[in-house]
């Protein structure tokens, strides 16, 4: 019975260790959109999973295709870039602080056309 308790938590344990490489958090300054929906400046939650990013803030939750790539050097700090289209801002990449990871946005989500 302790052996299945104590491998029970070693997986629980791995597997919240794996999940935490996945959630970012990035401060979004401007009014901006994301793969077309709007979000307003502030601290969002980013959590990468199976090539999706699920950015969260409060009750504004947006779920983009992202491509994750790894650079060869950490960067200091996170950083945003946009592309301007008239007056809004449109978060194309987003390079993770403390990390190697770029995620860069693919595209509108599946259901931005209904």
Known sequence: ???????????????????????????????ATVAGTAIKPGTYSVVVDSGKATLSNGKTTVEVPVKVEEGKEKFNSTTVRYNTAGSMYQVQAIKVGGTKTTLTIQGPRPDAAN
Do not use: D, H, Q, R
């Open 1 to 31: 019975m302790t052996m299945t308790k104590t491998v029970l938590t070693f997986a629980t344990l791995a597997l919240a260790v794996a999940s935490a490489a996945n959630k970012y958090s990035v401060t979004i300054s401007e009014p």
